[in-house]
């Protein structure tokens, strides 16, 4: 999956149906869509876009790990410039996989968002690896844990919302014949689900950023659960999402804006 104009950026509009059908499908977004701006994680349509839509029956890639940092809200109907990059190339675990920078800006020329994405596909060829971030320190006291069922039209009702159509999330017998049981919740959608969450545990809406490693499969009717932790620095946030005792996100730390969890 190579980006489409690799640096040169393209034009997206975060459109408010489209927004307001992302926050839907996840629960997650009202709150900024009331004031007038698209839901903090609606940027991952924009990522959608940046590759292709065609995926190799042979070789499917899976989305392995997101960073985002959130300078400035996207107002609803207004275009921002996309750009991105190839920053890493290499093995990751026992497959191969690619790291892409990016970053969203405002038509002011205002950053808006930036991170990274990590996708991987196919076996490691024992070259070079992805360098990796390193664990987290371990979390503190818990502020709170809450379990969700996914419902089974997630996967459908995420991919019109994202644009990410990948056939791994859409289609069960494609899935089963790349090794899954069943099709794959879109790993951005368990996120959000898991967010949302966090958010009510914290005590606020305001995200600021956000790192996650996509660690497990997780299938439509899973029962997610989550606990989220305090930390040494007092907006940072420890998150735990786990389905059937197996921990799906890993190293997933979420900053926060001032609340009630917060002091």
Not at 11 to 27: E, I, L, Q, R, S
Not at 113 to 120: M, P
Not at 123 to 136: F, H, I, K, Q, V
Request: aromatic residues 8%; hydrophobic residues 40%.
């Amino acid at each position: 999956m190579i980006p489409l104009s690799e640096g040169d950026g393209f034009t997206f509009v975060p459109d408010a149906a489209g927004a307001a059908a992302f926050a839907d499908a996840v629960g997650l977004g009202g709150e900024e869509l009331a004031t007038g701006f698209a839901p903090a994680l609606y940027v991952v349509k924009a990522l959608a876009f940046a590759f292709p839509n065609s995926w190799a029956e042979h070789d499917p890639w899976v989305h392995a790990a997101q960073e985002f940092r959130f300078h400035r809200p996207l107002r609803l109907d207004s275009p921002v410039t996309v750009r991105v990059n190839r920053l890493d190339h290499g093995d990751h675990g026992f497959r191969r996989g690619t790291r892409l920078g990016f970053d969203v800006v405002r038509p002011s020329g205002e950053l808006a968002v930036e991170g990274t994405t990590t996708l991987t596909s196919g076996p490691a060829t024992g070259g070079p690896r992805l360098s990796s971030p390193g664990p987290l320190p371990p979390p503190g006291a818990s502020l709170g844990e809450s379990t969700v069922l996914l419902a089974p039209d997630l996967p459908v009702r995420y991919a019109e919302a994202s644009g990410d159509r990948n056939p791994l999330h859409l289609d069960a017998e494609f899935a089963r014949t790349h090794g899954f049981p069943d099709a794959v919740v879109h790993g951005m959608a368990t996120v959000c689900v898991a967010l949302g969450l966090a958010r009510h545990h914290v005590g606020s809406t305001s995200l600021r950023a956000l790192r996650v490693r996509l660690a497990r499969p997780v299938h439509p009717g899973s029962r997610l659960r989550v606990t989220t932790c305090r930390t040494a620095r007092p907006d940072v946030f420890r998150v735990k999402a786990t389905v059937a005792e197996f921990e799906v996100l890993k190293d997933f730390e979420v900053e926060f804006g001032g609340g009630s969890g917060a002091g």
